[in-house]
């Protein structure tokens, strides 16, 4: 069965830094995209960052110029490195890929809260 595993989230002053990381595990075939939801209370669940099995990246526009979405293919892991962290980045964020057989799978998701 495929897991992904997230860790990194935390609480974090406004301005603060966080990473976040995903690792995939178990009988998962070649993994094309990968990247990462969040969902904020009150709010639908939007895509913040994906990248492609090329390390191509996209954003939303509210995260451009202060995350870094990153990958490790051969440790099958994702990285969101989050920076310039504003309270409105507070949300659950999901980790999320697909692999070769256009299988999606997703993480738990953990806790990211920024104070003000």
């Known amino acids: 069965q495929v897991q992904l595993v997230e860790s990194g989230g935390g609480l974090v002053q406004a301005g603060g830094s966080l990473r976040l990381s995903c690792a995939a595990s178990g009988s998962i075939v070649r993994i094309n995209a990968m990247g990462w939801y969040r969902q904020a209370p009150g709010k639908q669940r939007e895509l913040v960052a994906v990248?492609?099995?090329?390390?191509?990246?996209n954003y939303v526009d509210s995260v451009e110029g202060r995350f870094t979405i990153s990958r490790d293919n051969a440790k099958k892991t994702v990285y969101l490195q989050m920076t310039s962290l504003k309270p409105e980045d507070t949300a659950v964020y999901y980790c999320?890929?697909?692999?070769?057989?256009?299988?999606?799978?997703w993480g738990q998701g953990t806790q990211v809260t920024v104070s003000s």
């Open positions: 999320y890929c697909v692999d070769a057989l256009a299988r999606p799978f």
């Open positions: 990248i492609t099995s090329g390390g191509s990246p």
